[in-house]
């Protein structure tokens, strides 16, 4: 899995509005109704993480979810986290599909 | 909830060894065999939250899970953040009771 350029980066970002690029990571935070609802998208992205075999950095606060992703193998980010970025969208914002 | 003095914390913190106080939190840093087990625990630790109905700040990378509690509405450590403490210690670590 090949490292992407930042230029290569931002332009897939394009299709990722929730998410931003610093740090050699792509970085999104998502506000739910609260703990219950937060953790649950959770529950469903830590079942995504372990099928694509790929882990984010990631925190929580009441009803506020943080993720990073990268590749830590890679040195930055690659397309694993792009895939898996979009699964999270896929659970977090289903109505924007 | 009253907020404890710094003195009270240092005190009670003598039965939980795996927590420290500074940043006027309590906190602790926990280390799974894999990704699965942490978020197996957090999920445990997650009901727990709700039942308590207090929520911790809490950063989980692969297979270590990082906690951080106090109580917004005192402005520091409680004994909610014990209470929490002890139910989150006899999850994780529950040969050690």
Redesign the interface.
């Known amino acids: 899995m090949k490292k992407l350029s930042a230029d290569d980066i931002e332009k897939k970002l394009l299709r990722f509005p929730d998410w931003e690029y610093y740090d050699n990571a792509i970085h999104a935070e998502f506000e739910f109704d609260n703990?219950?609802d937060c953790?649950s998208a959770?529950?469903r992205i830590?079942f995504e993480?372990?099928a694509l075999n790929h882990?984010?950095?990631?925190?929580?606060?009441?009803n506020v979810l943080t993720i990073s992703l990268s590749t830590h193998d890679a040195g930055g980010v690659t397309n694993k986290d792009f895939k898996l970025a979009e699964a999270i969208e896929n659970i977090v914002e289903p109505d924007e599909e």
Chains 1, 2 share one sequence.
């Open positions: 703990f219950k953790f959770m529950s830590a993480c372990e882990h984010p950095e990631w925190s929580n606060v009441y």
